[in-house]
């Protein structure tokens, strides 16, 4: 359990070949290192695998104990292995191969049958690892001289060494000889099954040795004895056929004795060295002096003797080598030419080119791998030299020579030495033959033409050659036009001009010759003539037209036409200039499709290739070929609308035909090239922007009738079923991966998908892919395609998943993989993500296992905290084989990436899988205490060690060490508290984690790396940031305080602040230089992380972070500032840069407003501020809105604490934020901040000369009262007319007022103001600034004031009438504020009354009724109570309740605030109404002085109690009464026995309570002053009755008695006002006269104290003694 690949010295077979393949880590440090380590094994080959020896189990008995010890002691006796080998061999097995858990390999080890389970499992892996050191040798001989490989110039020292130190011993005959006389292991009994897989084993080892040895002759002499002794071994081995264990292999095995058949005869072929001949036939006179190797002197016995063995053997596989060894007799021998006949001759009859065309025609020499090239090579020189030297007709059948050269032909070295050497002699020797023979053999000119058009220059000749053919073939008959030549026998004379087709025409003159073909047909030839060979292939095409449909001359034809057009599409496919010079041919092909593409027995195989032209073509002019082949009615088209839900469609002629004709006889050539047509449309939409609706048609069918259908159809070969599907897959991908997110294709796309049916078939592929794989051998062709299709399949649907939107619910797909989905298509049992999790163990592509990490991650999310129970038993091993493939130092960086994000997004949505990978345990600390640690089997081992791998400077790939890192902050981000205190603990861990930000970071925008190292240190931060927010500053861990001490200290904050306007200073300065958009998003996430870290550090650890010095804060706020211009002046992707700037700004503002206090360089602020501020006006976007609020918000916090003559600096750029209309929310929303703003600067500004001049300049007010009558007219925007009235306010309150009337304000307030109760909050503000405006203005704005309240009376009145039916908190502040501007307005009640009578009646009636209702209201709380519930229905005002309130909280505010607003209402109403009552001291001096008409009675005579709803019932001296001990209520209510104080302070009173008792004792003074002044007009009247006036004396002596000792008991238990109250009032005259009362009769008033705030009340109870 505790094997580690840290304790071994080498590396696995199959992990080194993964490595020097370059299918895993590709780093060239490693791989030299690793070869250089290996390098004995890789000499030594099969040979490393010693037998058993004492000695070995001596030393494996010292380092093994226990179950290990057995286990490796029955390993060694099973193979017949060594000992430490066998030891070796188990520790990689469990690290590389073995498919379960620790937990479950214990098992295993203990029980005897789980025993033998697992011996075999590591025998298989035994065999595999021999076959991989063969395949690294393979791979080293075939590579090693490659200057393409990257890795050449490691591969290509180490081949030396190996070669330097092969020795006689180790030479690879010798292991090819302990091969084949291998014998079963026998010292531990094995299965029939195992002897099976052994004897098949030994045949691919020897295969694998044969290619080692083929590559290492092609590159090293075979010398002539060690080829004789090669010929003699093959013979007495009969050349792999007689195999010692034959009876012990099957089918596949007889296979694989053919594969040892070839490999020997191409050995023996490469051993002649035909290479040296070749070069001889070229150039004679340069290789003279210089011998063969086998025909040199020293050697000549041996080579006799090796063609006397040679010819001996009657075997096709020694034929290769027959016909090599005469060559070479025949070119190089002195002597006699009977060798070289007798051995040519033997090889003819063996048919040596039939077997070479057998050779070629295995898979294993198929394609461009090395033993492939080498083996084409080989054949290609043989065949070269062979036609240099013997006439064409001497060396057999012309066709099968042709099917030699076509196969070869296909490497693109060979091709291009065939067209440098030019159409003459070897093998170009064949082309002029069938040139002769054309268009008679038509077909096998274009076979052997078509390899060698497979790249742009060669396609170029081919054209140039079949454009200029100099001789026409024809049936020979004999015509009046020609004459037999007398001089030639055979040869005919052309007397008159003759033309076979259009466009050939055989002069008068030319010459034939008369010849047999192969069958016996009598030909002639014509020289002496030019046409163009395309002019023939169009008159074959237009013959297909003339004959029936079922006759053998058409079906000739037909084949014909196929050939032409195959050829055509190579053409087209690898040299598009031939495009314009073919259109006549491809315009046929149109009208071949059109014509047989809709009979009932249709050509598939004609319309197949002429759809390969085609298709080829849509690669160059896709939109062109679209619309002609539409007119053809070949492709399905729409019916209906692309845009529609469900999408109807024609199937067309190939809907039919596929229904018809392909379906029912299981071929699908057309299928098969009609996905293709659609694959390459596709693409060509989205390179060259063009696309149609009836493309959508093909998709459709392709979805919803191919693959849906897939598994139903009838097959005659699986590799169709296969193609068909991965062709499908491939369609998908591509629309899944490139198409428009929203757009037609997507959105079909992706709902055909999430179908269940064809979610089924996507699911159940998987299954079926997998199962037919296992009945496969790896080394098959479809093995590859299925290996293919299995990993597209996966990809779809990771795409797919992804692709799902939130908003359409849970889709088909996402339900089959959530429920653990078992497909029944296939025959095995278990579920889609059973077979996922069996791929993650697949070690022969890393790309399997990676794709197969990412559908599990996209699982997580598809199905939260249900994947643990979806793995079932499979858990355990899961993570095992995760830890391993993340510790191994050769796996796939792709894929440790990919098991990073899995176990990322499971901590985020998986627990128990979440607990499972972290796998912690627990143990004892040093301090005796029980904490979590990290067990062995955690996957976050491997990943410290991934952190600590850059700490040691080890090279750790960036994708790798951002994925680790971001793994390491969702930690922190999910707060798995167990998991970061043993992180923590680890040691070193947050030095590891800080490295990356203490490295230079290299900003340059096209380095790949530079988003992963942008995103890697945003994960840091972010970490960081989350661990300070979280932890106590007296808990941070030690290391981390001093790593962030180090940080700040040397110059970091700075250092990262500049990292992030770097790239913006490449996008500024260069513009050649475009910085990708992925750079600037990882650079926003940057931004993010780096503000989250400051925030923390600035609201819970300043000194942690060293955030405390002046000097720091002022660097980093300038840094941000310098970052936000940068990031503004760049050119590319201003939408990412606007938010990566809004979110610095937002940075900005915060700490300014932290650190305000402490700054010093404001001046300079402003001005950086304003100049960001003119950037952010030029940007045009929406985005900038937010971004002028902070700015605008950090220059509002600098100007406080400013200069007021840095105002100017800032109102030009409010001004360019005003100068348009807000036609947008964003808009509208900058306006208000700006306004607030300006609105602030006004108020605070201690001088108007500090703003007016920059408003006078900028014309701000009269744009501002412009606004404000489009708003009010137009779109009625709320909260912009509060803001410019806001700003209205605030000039109204300075001594420049006047310029509001003067630019029009009243005109727009007047006539614009709607009437009706929308907008309450807008008609508040227009009244308030009314009011504030005849405070300031005074007379000069009273007849603005009377025009105002003119036009809106009726608004008025109803304002004053809300306390009868109260629905909203609106309407009440509504109330207060139309009664203070009546308060207000009656201080000039003489001109107001003048011009409006009868409303100024009518307002001072609503005056009393609405002091009257206040009254009964404030005295009664179940009237409170009411009201409040009345008004629940509007919600909570938001400026006076505070959220997150209990209930009984919120009913107290709310009745506080009701109080509040009713005494605020009769403070105006009883302020309005004393200005209406007759001065009270001149009248007490002088009542003849009194006009009584002037001041008619306000209350009537009485004294009854006021009722809130009791309209008809009159304000009387009863309601002012009432309200005196309603208010002394209320007051006694604020006494310090019905509070607790908050805090022990000097005050008596809280801030609140003092207010409201202020409030009171006004009240009560205004109460008081006007029911003293109502009483004396009523007394001193000569027109009331004389009992009416004592009553009103004794009444009102009572009332105001009682009043008095109660306030005075109140004054001497509770102490008398505070001196505040004695604010300015228009009471102070009375209480000057109060005074003076007092004075003159001091005896009789001592209750009340001589200060002014009681002056009133004293002045009432003179009142009372004096006068009542």
């Not at 170009?428 to 033409?449: A, C, D, E, Y």
């Not at 007119?631 to 024609?650: C, D, H, K, W």
């Not at 304002?1359 to 009440?1372: G, K, T």
Request: glycine fraction near 4%.
């Amino acid at each position: 359990q505790k094997c580690s690949i840290h304790l071994m010295s080498t590396s696995s077979n199959q992990s080194l070949w993964l490595l020097v393949a370059g299918r895993t880590i590709q780093e060239p440090a490693l791989l030299q290192r690793e070869l250089k380590n290996n390098e004995q094994r890789l000499i030594e080959g099969v040979f490393y695998y010693k037998p058993a020896s004492n000695s070995s189990a001596s030393a494996v008995k010292k380092k093994s104990k226990g179950k290990e010890l057995d286990i490796v002691l029955q390993i060694s006796k099973l193979l017949d292995l060594d000992e430490i080998l066998s030891l070796e061999l188990f520790q990689h097995f469990i690290l590389e191969s073995y498919k379960g858990s620790f937990k479950d390999l214990k098992t295993k080890v203990n029980g005897v049958r789980e025993t033998q389970e697992l011996l075999h499992e590591i025998f298989l892996f035994y065999c595999s690892e021999r076959l991989y050191l063969l395949k690294v040798m393979k791979y080293i001989y075939g590579h090693w001289q490659d200057p393409d490989n990257p890795y050449q110039e490691i591969l290509q020292p180490t081949c030396e060494n190996i070669i330097e130190a092969l020795t006689g011993d180790t030479q690879y005959e010798e292991q090819y000889r302990m091969l084949y006389n291998a014998v079963i292991p026998g010292k531990m009994a094995l299965t029939s099954e195992q002897e099976n897989l052994w004897a098949l084993q030994n045949l691919k080892e020897q295969i694998e040795v044969l290619q080692v040895m083929f590559l290492f002759y092609k590159d090293f002499l075979h010398t002539a004895g060690r080829l004789l002794q090669c010929v003699q071994m093959f013979q007495q081995h009969n050349y792999g056929i007689r195999q010692p264990n034959k009876h012990l292999i099957g089918l596949h095995g007889n296979q694989m004795l053919s594969q040892i058949s070839h490999l020997q005869a191409l050995i023996l072929l490469e051993g002649t060295c035909l290479e040296w001949l070749q070069n001889y036939q070229l150039n004679p006179e340069g290789m003279q002096g210089r011998k063969h190797h086998l025909m040199k002197d020293d050697v000549k016995k041996t080579f006799m003797e090796l063609c006397r063995v040679v010819s001996t053997g009657d075997s096709p596989h020694i034929s290769p080598m027959m016909l090599s060894l005469a060559l070479l007799h025949f070119q190089l021998s002195e002597s006699s030419d009977e060798t070289a006949r007798k051995l040519g001759n033997m090889a003819l009859q063996a048919n040596v080119f039939d077997y070479l065309l057998l050779v070629l025609q295995s898979e294993m020499f198929k394609g461009d791998m090395p033993v492939a090239s080498t083996c084409q090579n080989a054949i290609y020189t043989l065949l070269t030299v062979a036609l240099e030297a013997f006439d064409e007709s001497s060396l057999g059948d012309s066709e099968v020579l042709s099917s030699i050269a076509t196969m070869v032909m296909i490497h693109p070295r060979l091709r291009a030495e065939f067209w440098s050497a030019g159409p003459s002699g070897g093998i170009g020797n064949l082309l002029t033959s069938h040139q002769s023979m054309f268009p008679v053999k038509l077909n096998l000119l274009v076979n052997f033409l078509k390899p060698l058009s497979c790249d742009e220059s060669a396609a170029l000749c081919v054209y140039g050659f079949l454009e200029k053919m100099t001789c026409f073939c024809d049936e020979f008959i004999p015509a009046n036009e020609m004459v037999e030549d007398p001089e030639n026998e055979n040869c005919w004379i052309c007397t008159t001009s003759i033309s076979p087709f259009v466009g050939v025409e055989i002069p008068a003159g030319a010459r034939g010759c008369v010849s047999h073909t192969s069958n016996g047909l009598e030909v002639i030839t014509w020289y002496g003539l030019e046409y163009s060979a395309f002019d023939y292939f169009i008159f074959e095409t237009s013959q297909t037209f003339q004959f029936p449909d079922s006759s053998d001359e058409w079906r000739n034809h037909v084949n014909n036409v196929v050939k032409t057009a195959d050829l055509v599409a190579s053409l087209i496919r690898h040299n598009h200039s031939l495009v314009a010079k073919l259109h006549p041919i491809i315009m046929q092909y149109l009208s071949i499709i059109e014509r047989f593409s809709n009979i009932s027995n249709p050509p598939v195989d004609l319309l197949s290739s002429c759809l390969h032209v085609i298709v080829a073509m849509m690669s160059i002019e896709p939109n062109k070929m679209w619309k002609l082949l539409l007119q053809t009615g070949f492709p399905p088209y729409l019916v209906s609308s692309a845009r529609e839900e469900n999408v109807t469609i024609a199937p067309g002629h190939y809907g039919k035909l596929m229904g018809m004709w392909e379906c029912p006889r299981g071929i699908y050539p057309v299928t098969k090239v009609f996905l293709d047509m659609l694959l390459t449309l596709i693409k060509a939409q989205w390179e060259e922007k063009w696309s149609s609706h009836d493309l959508m048609a093909g998709v459709c069918l392709a979805a919803q009738d191919i693959f849906s259908n897939l598994h139903k159809w009838r097959y005659t070969s699986l590799h169709d079923q296969e193609m068909i599907g991965y062709k499908c897959l491939q369609l998908f991908h591509e629309l899944l991966s490139h198409a428009p997110s929203g757009g037609p294709y997507s959105t079909y796309i992706i709902s055909s998908l999430h179908h269940m049916t064809i979610s089924e078939v996507l699911l159940g592929s998987i299954s079926v892919t997998m199962s037919t794989m296992q009945s496969l051998r790896d080394d098959s062709k479809l093995y590859d395609v299925l290996l293919s299709r299995l990993k597209l399949t996966i990809e779809v649907i990771i795409l797919l998943l992804k692709q799902t939107k939130e908003e359409t619910g849970t889709t088909s797909l996402q339900q089959l993989l959530a429920s653990n989905f078992t497909a029944k298509m296939g025959p095995s049992s278990d579920s889609v993500t059973h077979h996922i999790v069996s791929l993650i163990y697949f070690s022969c592509d890393p790309q399997l296992p990676c794709v197969a990490t990412k559908m599990l991650r996209q699982l997580c999310e598809v199905a939260p905290m249900s994947v643990y129970s979806m793995l079932g038993s499979h858990g355990t091993s899961v993570r095992d084989v995760f830890t391993r493939r993340l510790s191994a130092k050769t796996e796939d960086v792709d894929l440790k990436v990919a098991i990073l994000e899995f176990i990322t997004i499971a901590i985020e949505t998986q627990p128990a899988l979440t607990e499972l990978f972290l796998s912690l345990k627990l143990s004892i600390s040093s301090d005796g205490e029980e904490v979590y640690d990290l067990d062995e089997s955690s996957c976050m081992v491997p990943v410290l060690d991934i952190l600590n791998s850059q700490h040691k400077e080890l090279f750790c790939p960036p994708r790798l060490l951002c994925a680790a890192v971001q793994l390491v902050h969702v930690i922190w981000k999910e707060r798995k508290i167990t998991a970061m205190a043993a992180l923590g603990r680890s040691e070193g861990f947050w030095k590891c984690l800080f490295q990356p930000l203490f490295c230079d970071l290299d900003l340059e925008p096209d380095r790949e790396e530079i988003i992963c190292e942008i995103e890697t240190c945003a994960h840091i931060f972010n970490t960081v940031a989350l661990e300070a927010f979280n932890t106590l500053e007296q808990k941070i861990n030690n290391n981390l305080a001093s790593l962030l001490e180090d940080f700040a200290k040397q110059g970091y904050y700075h250092i990262w602040t500049q990292n992030m306007k770097s790239l913006e200073d490449h996008d500024v300065m260069e513009e050649d230089i475009k910085v990708p958009v992925a750079v600037v998003t990882a650079q926003l996430e940057l931004v993010q992380a780096w503000k989250a870290l400051l925030l923390v550090a600035t609201s819970c650890h300043e000194k942690i972070f060293q955030l405390t010095e002046t000097r720091t804060r002022e660097t980093l706020l300038a840094d941000i500032v310098d970052v936000m211009r940068c990031q503004l002046s760049a050119v590319c992707s201003p939408q990412l840069r606007t938010v990566i700037t809004t979110e610095l700004s937002a940075l900005y503002m915060i700490l300014m407003k932290k650190w305000m206090g402490s700054l010093s360089l404001r001046e300079g602020m402003i001005k950086e501020l304003c100049h960001l501020l003119e950037l952010v006006g030029n940007l045009g976007n929406n985005l900038a809105t937010h971004l002028n609020n902070h700015l605008f918000a950090a220059a509002h916090m600098i100007l406080k604490l400013a200069t007021p003559t840095e105002n100017h600096l800032i109102i030009p750029l409010i001004f360019g934020v005003l100068r348009k209309y807000p036609d947008t929310v964003e808009h509208s929303r900058s306006h208000i901040l700006v306004l607030g703003v300006l609105q602030e600067i006004i108020t605070m500004a201690t001088n108007h000369s500090q703003w007016l001049p920059q408003l006078q300049r900028h014309t701000i007010v009269q744009v501002l009262v412009h606004y404000l009558k489009t708003s009010l007219q137009s779109d009625m925007n709320t909260e912009l007319i509060q803001s410019i009235l806001g700003v209205f306010h605030a000039i109204s309150s300075s001594q420049v007022a006047n310029m509001l009337t003067l630019n029009g304000l009243m005109e727009v307030l007047c006539l614009c103001v709607p009437v009706d109760d929308k907008c309450p909050s807008v008609w508040q503000s227009v009244v308030q600034l009314v009011t504030s405006l005849l405070v300031t203005l005074k007379h000069m704005f009273v007849p603005h004031a009377v025009d105002f309240i003119g036009v809106h009376q009726e608004n008025i009145i109803n304002s004053l009438d809300l306390m009868e039916a109260v629905n909203s908190w609106d309407q009440l502040h509504v109330m207060v504020a139309v009664v203070m501007f009546i308060d207000q307005l009656s201080r000039h009640r003489r001109q107001w009354q003048l011009a409006l009578p009868q409303l100024h009646c009518v307002i001072i009636e609503r005056l009393l009724q609405l002091s009257r209702s206040c009254v009964a209201a404030l005295s009664k709380e179940g009237v409170l109570k009411h009201i409040i519930k009345s008004l629940q229905s509007s919600g909570e005002p938001a400026a006076k309740l505070k959220p997150y309130k209990m209930a009984a909280d919120k009913d107290s505010e709310h009745d506080t605030l009701l109080e509040e607003l009713l005494m605020n209402t009769l403070s105006g109403c009883l302020g309005a109404l004393y200005h209406h009552c007759p001065d009270l001291p001149s009248v007490l001096q002088d009542t003849t002085m009194f006009d009584l008409a002037d001041y008619p009675p306000l209350v009537a005579l009485g004294f009854s109690q006021p009722l809130i709803q009791a309209v008809d019932q009159p304000t009387d001296l009863g309601t002012l009464t009432s309200s005196l001990s309603v208010l002394l209520r209320l007051l006694n209510k604020t006494s310090a026995g019905h509070f607790k104080s908050p805090s022990k302070s000097p005050s008596k009173y809280p801030e609140n309570i003092l207010r409201k008792r202020l409030q009171l004792f006004w009240l009560m003074e205004q109460v008081v002053l006007l029911l003293l002044s109502q009483a004396v007009r009523y007394i001193i009247d000569p027109s009331i009755d004389v009992h009416d006036k004592q009553l009103l004396k004794r009444e009102l002596s009572s009332e105001l008695s009682n009043f008095l000792s109660a306030l005075l008991r109140h004054f001497t238990r509770k102490g008398a006002p505070s001196p505040l109250s004695t604010r300015s009032r228009a009471t102070i005259n009375y209480s000057l006269l109060a005074s003076h009362d007092a004075s003159s009769s001091r005896t009789s008033s001592l209750s009340f104290s001589d200060g002014e705030e009681q002056a009133v009340f004293r002045l009432a109870d003179c009142f009372v003694k004096q006068f009542l």
